[in-house]
C-alpha cells in the first residue's frame, strides 16, 4: 500500500499563504515512517513544504493532528475521502477530543501509534478499518512485544522541504507534573516514560548527519539536536544517565526543561558538559499567585525573587535560555503583563516566547474556563473561521481579552526589536562564549522576530 503520511500547516494570512520558515522537521512522521509494515511505501508529505497533490495515487491517507492544525487537517482529510481514499488520524488532538476528529475520518488513533500503527495499516488494506484504536502510553519509538533497539526514526525528506538544521530526536514522552494549562499532561497523564539511554544517544548522534536518498538535493548538515521531550528533567536518574552518554558523542543539543532541575547542581553540571547550549524554560509568569493558581509545581516558591536567582544559576551553567510565558493568567493585568516584559528585558534571555494562554480542550483549564461561561468561540477556537493566531480565545479575570491580545503583541514586539536582539545577543557568559553560539542566537533571534509578526492573526485553515 502507498500510504501518505500528511504533517497539515496551520492556516493562512489575510492575503496570501503563510510560508513557515522556522518549521522543523516532522519526527512523528519519521517514526511512523519507520513503524510501517516493510512491502508498504510511506510518502511524507508536509503541507508546510509543498501543495499536496490529492490526486496522487495512494491507498490510505495518516495526518497527524495538533489543535492549531485541526481546522487544516480536517480540510484535507476531506480532499483525501471525496476521492476514495481511507483518512486515518493521531496525534495530540485526537487523543484530547475523539469524538470531533471521528467525524472527519475513517479511523484514529486515540493516544501513541507504535502499538497499534501495524495493525491499522493491515486492517486499512483488508477494507476494515476500526473506528477507533488504542494506543495508550507507552515509551516513544518501542512497539510492545517487538525488539525495543530497532526503531530509529527516517529522516530522509524530501527535496527542498526547508527545515531549519536540527535533528529532532525524542528521549522519554511525558511529565511528572500536571500543569492546569498543559495539553501534554492531559493527554498522556502524569508520568514520565524513558527510552533506553544507549539507543537514544545513538539516534541523537544519528541525527546529525546529513539527509540522504535524494539525488540532486544538497546534502545539509545539522547543526544541533532537539531533544524534543516535554520535560527532559521530568526524571532526573534517567535524564542523568543520558547526559553521561552524550558527553563523549561531543555533539550540541537543546531541549524543553522545567525550572526545578536548578536544584539539582549534579544534573546541571552533566547538562553543560554533554554539550547542551539551553532548553525552552517555561516560566510561566513572574506572579506567585498565578504560579500557585496553574498548579505549576516545577516553579514552586516562583515570584520576581527568586526567578533572578534562577536566571543567574542558568547563566552560570553558560546556557543560552528560550523563556516561554504565558499570559492571561487569573492575577494578569495589562500592567503586571509589562513588569513580566522588564523582567525577560533585564534577564537577557537568548529568546523568548510571549503566548496567550491557550485552553486546550481535554486539559483542566478548558473544564474549569467552560464552566465559568468564560471560553469565546463558542469554546471551539480551534475550528472558528474568526478565531486569529495568539488572539485571546477566553475572558480572562481582571482585563478584556483585546486588552490581552494588544499585551502579547507589546511583548513580542519590545522584546524583539533590533536593538532589543543586539544587546542581548552580547552576554559574555552564554551567547559570546563563542562564534557558534553568538551566531545562534543573532540568527534564530532575528528568525524568530520575523515569524512572531508574520504569524501574528493569521487564520486557520485555508479556507
Ligand atoms: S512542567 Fe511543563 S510539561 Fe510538565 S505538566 Fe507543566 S507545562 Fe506540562
Known amino acids: 500500500m502507498r500510504i501518505a503520511l500528511v504533517r497539515p500547516d496551520i492556516g493562512r494570512l489575510e492575503h496570501g499563504p503563510f510560508d513557515d520558515r522556522a518549521r522543523m522537521e516532522p519526527l512523528a512522521l519519521g517514526v511512523l515512517s519507520a513503524l510501517t509494515p516493510p512491502g508498504d511505501e510511506p510518502l511524507l508529505r508536509d503541507d508546510r513544504c509543498a501543495p499536496l497533490d490529492y490526486d496522487e495515487k495512494v491507498d490510505l491517507a495518516a495526518i497527524t493532528v495538533e489543535t492549531f492544525t485541526a481546522r487544516r487537517a480536517y480540510e484535507i482529510a476531506a480532499e483525501y475521502r471525496a476521492r476514495g481514499v481511507p483518512v486515518v488520524m493521531g496525534g495530540i488532538h485526537p487523543t484530547l477530543i475523539p469524538d470531533e476528529a471521528a467525524a472527519h475520518a475513517d479511523s484514529i488513533c486515540v493516544g501513541e501509534a507504535e502499538p497499534v500503527w501495524a495493525a491499522m495499516v493491515e486492517d486499512a488494506r483488508a477494507g476494515s478499518l476500526k473506528p477507533v484504536y488504542r494506543g495508550g502510553t507507552g515509551v516513544p519509538q518501542v512497539v510492545p512485544g517487538a525488539c525495543p533497539l530497532a526503531l530509529r526514526a527516517c529522516r530522509d525528506w524530501p527535496a527542498g522541504s526547508g527545515y531549519l538544521p536540527l535533528g529532532l530526536v525524542q528521549f522519554g514522552r511525558g511529565c511528572r507534573y500536571r500543569c492546569e494549562f498543559c495539553a501534554v499532561s492531559a493527554s498522556s497523564g502524569a508520568g514520565h516514560r524513558a527510552r533506553d539511554v544507549a539507543e537514544a544517544a545513538a539516534e ?48 550540541s543539543w537543546v531541549s ?199 504569524k501574528q492573526g493569521m487564520l486557520l485553515g485555508r479556507s
Open 204 to 251: 541523537a548522534a544519528e541525527a546529525l548527519r546529513p539527509a540522504s536518498g535524494f539525488p540532486g538535493e544538497r546534502r545539509r548538515k545539522r547543526s544541533a539536536v532537539f531533544f524534543v521531550d516535554d520535560n527532559i528533567v521530568a526524571d532526573r536518574a534517567a535524564a542523568k544517565e543520558l547526559f553521561r552518554a552524550l558527553v563523549p558523542l561531543k555533539l
Open 256 to 454: 524543553q526543561a522545567s525550572l526545578d532541575m536548578l536544584e539539582d547542581d549534579e544534573l546541571m553540571g552533566l547538562m553543560a558538559e554533554s554539550g547542551c547550549l539551553g532548553n525552552v524554560i517555561g516560566f510561566e509568569s513572574v506572579d506567585e499567585r498565578n504560579v500557585r493558581a496553574m498548579g505549576k509545581v516545577a516553579n514552586r516558591g516562583g515570584g520576581l525573587e527568586r526567578y533572578q536567582v534562577y536566571v543567574e544559576k542558568l547563566r552560570s551553567f553558560g546556557l543560552q535560555t528560550w523563556a516561554a510565558f504565558t499570559l492571561g493568567h487569573e492575577y494578569d493585568t495589562p500592567e503586571s503583563i509589562r513588569e513580566l516584559l522588564d523582567f525577560a528585558l533585564r534577564s537577557t534571555f537568548a529568546f523568548a516566547a510571549f503566548n496567550v494562554l491557550m485552553p486546550y480542550p481535554g486539559t483542566l483549564l478548558y473544564a474549569r474556563l467552560s464552566e465559568e461561561g468564560r471560553l469565546l468561540y463558542g469554546g471551539r477556537w480551534w475550528l472558528s473561521p474568526d478565531y486569529r493566531f495568539n488572539h485571546a480565545a477566553f475572558v480572562p479575570r481582571l482585563m478584556t481579552p483585546d486588552q490581552l491580545t494588544e499585551a502579547g503583541l507589546e511583548c513580542r514586539r519590545l522584546f524583539n526589536s533590533f536593538p532589543s536582539i543586539l544587546s542581548r545577543a552580547f552576554g559574555t557568559r552564554t551567547n559570546l562564549r563563542n562564534l557558534f553560539r553568538l551566531g545562534l542566537a543573532l540568527s534564530y533571534g532575528t528568525l524568530f522576530r520575523r515569524e512572531a509578526f508574520k
